[in-house]
T-cell receptor, first 112, second 116 residues
Framework: QKEVEQDPGPLSVPEGAIVSLNCTYSNSAFQYFMWYRQYSRKGPELLMYTYSSGNKEDGRFTAQVDKSSKYISLFIRDSQPSDSATYLCAKGGSSNTGKLIFGQGTTLQVKP | GAVVSQHPSWVICKSGTSVKIECRSLDFQATTMFWYRQFPKQSLMLMATSNEGSKATYEQGVEKDKFLINHASLTLSTLTVTSAHPEDSSFYIC????????????FGNGTRLTVT
């Protein structure tokens, strides 16, 4: 079992839809989480990061963490074609070193 | 704007030659940088942790003599792929954290290496 599991998709939605992207994790240590967006042939871009259970909102993006069920989500409201990308969840892999463990990434396509 | 710069963005080299990739933190000092590798349609795999002024720490299965890492200053880390072979063709991405510790990592735009 991978330490961070993420459905690779692909996920296709119409423009304006609400998108839900999800990851599960198995190791309760180092529970800090990040979501990255990666366009083709580019490096990952940090979207959201959170260290606690609950919701964190930033514009159209909401990151949700449920530590009791080891489940993290990213919601995208009013999705746009420009949101079409691969979304990677990441979890801390150790303390004080910044090592991250990534999910496989979910490919999202938002159709106009 | 970008906080981590990576160069070159793509490179093609012949089998047996060596290739150097640079990673710079643009407006902060990074005592630690990370080098990742990504195959098509796959996630990022950590190769090594680059430590300023000391030896890099390699992940299990990564050949340290194959992938030489030098972190000579607080803003520059380099990855040299030595005696490259076609199986080394991949997307290499570096990252660094502004605050260090558990603060978020920022990534460079990656280097696509093709070995012919």
């Amino acid at each position: 079992q991978k330490e961070v599991e993420q459905d690779p998709g692909p996920l296709s939605v119409p423009e304006g839809a609400i998108v839900s992207l999800n990851c599960t994790y198995s190791n309760s240590a180092f529970q800090y989480f990040m979501w990255y967006r990666q366009y083709s042939r580019k490096g990952p871009e940090l979207l959201m990061y959170t260290y606690s259970s609950g919701n964190k909102e930033d514009g159209r993006f909401t990151a949700q963490v449920d530590k009791s069920s080891k489940y993290i989500s990213l919601f995208i409201r009013d999705s746009q074609p420009s949101d079409s990308a691969t979304y990677l969840c990441a979890k801390g892999g150790s303390s004080n070193t910044g090592k991250l463990i990534f999910g496989q990434g979910t490919t999202l396509q938002v159709k106009p | 704007g970008a906080v981590v710069s990576q160069h070159p963005s793509w490179v093609i080299c012949k089998s047996g030659t060596s290739v150097k990739i640079e990673c710079r933190s643009l407006d902060f000092q990074a005592t630690t940088m990370f080098w990742y590798r990504q195959f098509p349609k796959q996630s990022l795999m950590l190769m090594a942790t680059s430590n300023e002024g000391s030896k890099a720490t390699y992940e299990q299965g990564v050949e340290k003599d194959k992938f030489l890492i030098n972190h000579a200053s607080l803003t520059l880390s380099t990855l040299t792929v030595t005696s490259a072979h076609p199986e080394d063709s991949s997307f290499y991405i570096c990252s660094a954290s502004r605050q260090g510790g558990n603060s978020p990592l920022h990534f460079g735009n990656g280097t696509r290496l093709t070995v012919t």
